[in-house]
């Protein structure tokens, strides 16, 4: 509350559970900055100051600190993430989507599908991610054939509340076996399917009213899976905002088709 002498490193009291072991008092004579530093772990950094330790110019004592706001959390560890399959997922597996479980060992933000891998044989190529802050299913479809499915997630995809980056993935059951594609052959070849974007719809034509229903299966660029319905008609309209890709995917029992759109 007024100018003091005699304010040095050794009247700053430090605890906590981070271990910090250092600290360096400038400024003055009345405003410090007190930099703290030899953190040996993540947890807390608490300073105060006892009473005695300086003095006015007139040798009166200061008391001891008002502890407004002295205590802070350390963190400069990266958090890691393991890869497992989601509760319930059987492997192998014939239906789609596939789950799998992303557990971070601290709570992340902007965890998105985009930070997700997909591998193996099977042509996954969608990922929906939901859940968080600490604990994220990962929902992989778009199976063109039987074969393996794979998650990873790559190092510095997304960080904790500090702004530690993520560690790559620790794969502990990371691939299934798919086996929900029987007979696969190409739907537009089939029915002569054409999908297109026209004055905000997303337009499906078959040459010939299909004989069995045919499902289509609609994505955003996010991952997001915006509509599912049976197509039944020779020329179907689904409408869509424009600017933005979608991801279609035309199946009956036998066939199947995919095709990544445009809308402008």
Sequence with gaps: SESVIGFTNADVSLGGTAGAGTVMVTGGPDVYNMAVSGMTGNGTVIVSIGAGVCMDVLDNANTASINTSNEVIYDNQSPDVEITLAGGQSDPASISPINFMATFNENVIDFTPSDVTIGGAAGASMAVVTGGPDIYNIAISGMTSNGTVSVTIDAGVCTDVVGNENTISLNTIN???????????DISNRFGAKVYYSYGNLVISFNEIPQEK???????VQGQHILKKNLMNKLNHIPVSPSSYY??????????HSVKIFAR
């Design 175 to 185: 691939s299934i076996t798919y086996t929900g594609v029987t007979g696969v052959g």
């Design 247 to 256: 991801f279609i995917r035309l199946s009956d029992n036998d066939y199947i």
């Design 214 to 220: 045919v499902l289509i299966e609609v994505y955003n």
